[in-house]
């Protein structure tokens, strides 16, 4: 047993020395690749985090004013870059040029006097600028920009896909109006290094990384805010050899890694839930598969988790990326069908039977593996590319890919992406999931090693299924709503904008159809609203009716989501 604990840690340390060389080179990969125009990913995130350490979180009045708050501001430094937003009130993001800006800032700052309670004195990186004296009543013209860091309501949107020329520029402007902002992923660093701040307090070294969606360039605005403990820093691993002698720190002993883990995150959860500023609604769930600490930050609107020892997800993040990366129709296809799944309630927020946005997002990779032309490499095609520097095997799985992107030579494949949508909801509507697993690191349909409805291979813990969770009501309403919209797609009138509407009533058409509420009704797919009791034909006459019609009248109506 101990030979065994040697060895993870062994292989622990393959990974984590790589990641301290590369995060000394940050900066000059970082140029480099951005030179070369391939931004290397574990650089970019260095890079992010080393931004959000020199950044604060300030809580506005309501009638500031741009020019005063920056000149008040920047007394204590040099402001690399900043922006507004609100929620709650009017908060902005101030990036310093050095750390020890925050600190000149902080000298400034005093814990408030809070009347009928107590306040605990901790000094974190999320503050309140208040008006004192005169100030309070100048009436200064509000100049403020704020940035959105919430998706535009489904009606509006399909306002702006309707206005579109081709069901391709409908899956483009989709991408673009859902997609995360620059900003809106600093403030989601930002979050992270300000919770990094509390647990520091016992681990000093370590960091919290954000994962999943923040990263891995299928994020939504509104998404969850997903992050890791990460404690590989502090392992110690520069052993001086030759005195015959070493030093190591003693140490309490868990009965298992996942017992430690628990134990830590129970403890980082109080201190959050204690003693973090802005932090609600805190919960351990300790005990699930993956132990977090979920909660709201309100500051910033994220509904955060928390794990710790979860360096896999991270991969599987950067896996994500790659693939979001040698292709720009991966994004729009994967953008389009998480859209169509979440108002056809085939996703939830609420963790449940249904399939999640992660085993989406590998359906949608695998599908464009499985092209006649494949638009995308296997899993293992990127592990063999990989240089003896991309090495990374993590608690025995080997979780290797190849980090500089220029090695990977892709197939010539031009279909559209309205092709590309059809043949999606064609291609999941026939598959035989009874009999077969995907599995993207083959790029090809397995057996299914056990019986759930929905068998996704993890793509790096193999043995794992990521659709574990799916019953089969919810696989036969996908696909179900699969068959529904391929057929709806094939009528050809569905393709194409109507001619002299004005720009204001254009009748749904293309994607934007997709996304009405008739089609699952079509396709007999109960979602959490009633169901209409009308036979499906009449259902898809009357919805090919409204389509073909040209009254104009009718407009986008569709329910928010
Ligand atoms: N993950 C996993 N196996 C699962 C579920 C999740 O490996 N069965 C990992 C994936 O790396 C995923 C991350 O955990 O990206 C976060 O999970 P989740 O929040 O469910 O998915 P996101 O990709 O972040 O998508 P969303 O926008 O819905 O949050
Ligand atoms: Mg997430």
Known sequence: KLGQKSDLRARRIITTSTFATKAQTVKKTVQAGVAAGKESFSALQEERREQAERSVLISCPPNINQKKFLDYISKHGHIENHFFYQSYGIYAVVEFSTKECISALKANCTIPNVQHEAAVPFKSRLLSLK???QGSQSNASNT???????????????????????????LQCLTDLYQLTDENISLRFLVCSLLRDIAA???????????????????????????FLDLDGISGLNQRKGSGLSLEYQVKQGTSERTVTQSILSVIGECVDQFGPGCVGVQKILNARCPLVRFAHQPSGFQCDLTANNRVAMKSSELLFVYGKLDARVRHLVFAIR??????????SIPGAWITNFSLTVLVLFFLQRRTQPLLPTLDQLRDLADPSDQCIIEGNDC???SDLSKIKLQKNSDTLEKLLQEFFEFYGNFAFSSTSINIRKGKEQ???????????????????????VNSTQLERFVALCRESAWFLEQK??????AGQSADVIPPWGLAALLLPSVAQSAGVKGRRKKKHQPASERIRSLLESIKSNSGGAGVKQNAV
């Not at 859209?339 to 939830?348: G, M």
């Not at 993890?458 to 043995?463: A, K, R, V």
């Open 339 to 348: 859209c169509w799944a979440r108002v056809h309630s085939i996703t939830s």
């Open 144 to 170: 403020l920009k704020f940035q959105k860091h919430l998706p535009i309501p489904i009606n509006e949107l399909t306002q702006h896909l309707c206005k579109q020329e081709s069901i391709d520029q409908q």
């Open 400 to 402: 290797t890919i190849v």
């Open 201 to 227: 307090a016992y681990f000093p070294e370590c960091i919290i990384r954000p994962f999943g969606s923040t990263i891995n360039s299928f994020g939504k605005l509104g998404c969850d805010l997903d992050m």
């Open 447 to 469: 057996n299914k090693p056990e019986s759930t409805p929905l068998h996704i291979q993890n793509p790096f813990e193999t043995g794992l299924n990521v659709s574990k969770n």
């Open 493 to 498: 009138e569905v393709h194409k904008r109507s």
């Open 131 to 133: 008006w004192t004296g």
